[in-house]
């Protein structure tokens, strides 16, 4: 992710299936202890949503993105729904070698 400037979200809603939810401008990154970003309120959110998910963190540290929301196409947020490209267990994409189907 580090080489890209902005970055389209969408949120997995089925087998196939993705829900657009923003587009960010990618601030840049900082190297960061595992056990530094369970301390992150966000991660311990998630951890009460999927116990044991932080059981993926194998490594020492990982790149921690800033990210900001970008005021465009903001209508179509929790509406555009599109086909995604198989398979779900990878869930980024780089948009040029992928095709996406509107649902």
Known sequence: MGRAEYVASFIGREPGKAVFVGVYHNLGGTERSTADLREIPAFKEL????PGSDASFTRATCILYELELMNVLTGLIGK????WPRMERNWYRWADRNSFVID
Do not use: Y
């Open 47 to 50: 951890e009460k949503i999927d």
């Open 80 to 83: 555009l729904v599109v086909d």
